[in-house]
Structure formats: structure tokens, C-alpha cells
């Protein structure tokens, strides 16, 4: 019952910002808390955001994971520059049209969408990469630390959590 009361305080606990412009939002407090620290340690908020995103992978895994994809827009203050990065899940490379048709070359229905066949190569690990290497300024290592310490270490597994499980 300590140990609950414990992490239910360590979560609720606000963070005190080390930076003067910035906001950072996420669907659990612990991915929000990892981007502050990463910003807190000199981050950029491309190296915030993957800080984040690998974050929740970890604590959040049944609605952000590594298993996934998705995009991210980015805008880099400097120049304004506007990014989009694709990070859907792709099909493995020797997939083709040939692999949803039948015996007779007739498309199977849903073979794409539901079963083995529809499972793709996931984008979010080369994306994570790709910004920070990019558009971050600090070594992937570290911003991926926050997420790396609490699969190790654990965390609180919320309601949520536990029902997905």
C-alpha cells in the first residue's frame, strides 16, 4: 500500500520546468515527464518529442508503440521549414499484389486488413532515429534514456493498462 501511495504521489508530482518557452503534452505523465527532462538537459523539442513518443511505447504500449508507426510534422524554428515524416508501417520488401490473391488469382477478401498478411515492417524505431538524428540535437541514447529506465526499472500500471493487458 506504501509502494501505491508512493508512485500515485511520484506521478501526480508537478515538474518544475528548467526551460522558460516550452510545452509539452502526452497521453501518460511519465512520457510528458521524460521530454521535460530531456529539454531540462538541453534537448531541442525534436529530441522532447522522441523522448516521448519512445516513452510511451514503454508505458503506453497498447496505443504508442515501437510495433507501430504514424507521422510526425515537424517545424523547425530556425528557418521555418516544415517536415512531414511517413512512419506508417510498410510491407515487407518481397510482398506483392500476388501475395492477397487465391489459388485462381482472385483477390482474397480482407487478406490486407485482418490475419498474418496484414502485418507490416514497423516505422516508429527508424522514425525516432531519423528525427533525432536530423533535427535533434542531443545522442539518440540519451533521449531514448527515460524510456529505457522505466522498461527496466518498471512503472505504475494504470487502469487502463491493466484492462489492455
Not at 506504501?2 to 500515485?8: D, T
Not at 485462381?104 to 480482407?110: D, L, M, S, W
Request: no cysteine; aromatic share 6%; proline share 8%.
Amino acid at each position: 500500500m506504501i509502494m501505491l501511495m508512493l508512485a500515485v504521489l511520484l506521478i501526480g508530482a508537478p515538474v518544475r520546468p528548467a526551460f522558460a518557452a516550452a510545452a509539452i503534452a502526452s497521453a501518460h505523465p511519465l512520457a510528458t515527464q521524460a521530454g521535460a527532462r530531456v529539454l531540462a538537459a538541453g534537448g531541442n523539442a525534436f529530441d522532447a518529442a522522441v523522448a516521448v513518443a519512445a516513452t510511451l511505447a514503454v508505458v503506453e504500449p497498447f496505443g504508442s508503440g515501437l510495433g507501430g508507426g504514424g507521422f510526425w510534422l515537424l517545424r523547425r524554428a530556425r528557418d521555418g521549414r516544415e517536415i512531414v515524416v511517413d512512419a506508417r508501417e510498410r510491407a515487407p520488401g518481397a510482398a506483392g499484389p500476388a501475395l492477397f490473391l487465391d489459388a485462381a488469382g482472385r483477390p482474397v477478401p480482407g487478406a490486407s486488413i485482418d490475419g498474418p498478411l496484414a502485418a507490416g515492417i514497423p516505422g516508429l524505431p527508424a522514425a525516432l532515429a531519423h528525427v533525432a538524428g536530423q533535427y535533434g540535437t542531443r545522442p539518440l541514447a540519451e533521449t531514448l534514456q527515460p524510456a529505457i529506465e522505466h522498461a527496466r526499472a518498471g512503472f505504475p500500471v494504470g487502469d487502463a493498462y491493466h484492462r489492455a493487458a
